[in-house]
């Protein structure tokens, strides 16, 4: 028998998520090779099927927006009520930049 993963209420809004999340960097070639878009796929959904519904992802997380898409797609195929999906953006320094 699975143990299903519990859920923490996420700020003062109501926002319910699993009190595991996610991180999806790791899908796309962050530490090692990136996996195929089906494989990546099938990790989310099995997640899912986990308890987890609390998933993180970035522009940064790979090459091309690669992540990001995977992800899409992966989410597409599942209910989009049961998952949380977080993202962030990055701060790039040049030393011609004016403000």
């Keep these: 028998m699975r143990r299903k993963i519990p859920e923490v209420q996420l700020g003062s809004q109501g926002l319910k998520v699993s009190r595991l999340g996610f991180g999806c960097g790791g899908l796309s070639g962050i530490y090692k090779a990136p996996l ?26 790979g090459h091309n927006h690669d992540n990001e898409i995977m992800v899409g797609k992966a989410l597409k195929q599942l209910p989009q009520e049961k998952v949380q999906l977080a993202t962030k953006f990055g701060i790039f320094k040049s030393d011609n930049l004016q403000l």
Excluded at 36 to 61: L, Q
């Design 36 to 61: 195929s878009h089906e494989a990546g796929c099938s990790v989310i959904k099995e997640a899912i099927n986990r308890g987890i519904t609390f998933f993180d992802t970035s522009y940064h997380y």
